[in-house]
Structure formats: C-alpha cells, structure tokens
C-alpha cells in the first residue's frame, strides 16, 4: 500500500518560511513533486525532484518559487522536504506531494502524469 503524507504546513506571515515534508511508504519513486492548488484555481506545480544516481537528484522550480523555495529529498528516510522562504499572500493555498516512478523527463509538470498523491497540507500566507 502506497502512501504520501505530507505535514508543515500551517499559517505564516509573509516573508516568513515553512518547511513542508512528505513521507513516502510502500515503496520509492524516482521523481517526486510538489503541487499546490488555491480557492477556485487549477492544481499547479511547484517543484520537483528527480533522481538521476544514489547521490544524483535534479531539482526543477517553477518560476514563480524559483529563489524562495529549495526542494531536497532523503531517500534514507524515503522523505521530501520544499523550504518555503520569503513566502508571499499568493503562495496561499493547498500543498500536494506527488509521485511517480518514471523520472521527470518523462513525468514534467503535468498532475495528470503523477499516479500517487498525498491528502495535502494547508499553507496561509497573511499580508
């Protein structure tokens, strides 16, 4: 049974940080991501994390996190991290943790590419 949990989330002041983490169980995935969806919006990606050796991974940002946020992956723990800095109000909304087996030249940033998804974790951002 594969399961992604993610926890970190919660209520910040903008500029401040949060550290979101997912643990993976059931088994490992080459390419894991971060998605996030606000109020009456599309689900969008964030980030991703992809391995390319046993100390190899490539990281991929979306622009709008680019420089504020880091994601990291400890494949002892089978956990993913996104280090939420400088965090602004439209960083607002629910954050998914997603996985797939194939690595992210196959996968990208499309939600509909990835087969397994965590419950989400709330992130409010107040001004």
């Known amino acids: 049974q594969v399961q992604l949990v993610e926890s970190g989330g919660g209520l910040v002041q903008a500029g401040g940080s949060l550290r979101l983490s997912c643990a993976a169980s059931?088994?490992?995935?080459?390419?894991y991501a971060w998605f996030r969806q606000a109020p009456g919006k599309e689900r969008e990606f964030v980030s991703a994390?992809?391995?390319?050796?046993?100390?190899?991974?490539?990281?991929y940002y979306a622009d709008s996190v680019k420089g504020r946020f880091t994601i990291s992956r400890d494949n002892a723990k089978n956990t993913v991290y996104l280090q939420m800095n400088s965090l602004k109000p439209e960083d607002t909304a629910v954050y998914y943790c997603?996985?797939?087996?194939?690595?992210?030249?196959?996968?990208?940033?499309?939600?509909?590419?990835?087969?397994?998804w965590g419950q989400g974790t709330q992130v409010t951002v107040s001004s």
């Open positions: 997603a996985a797939a087996p194939f690595p992210y030249s196959g996968v990208g940033r499309a939600p509909s590419s990835y087969d397994y």
């Open positions: 059931g088994r490992t995935f080459s390419t």
């Open positions: 994390i992809s391995r390319s050796s046993s100390i190899v991974n490539y990281a």
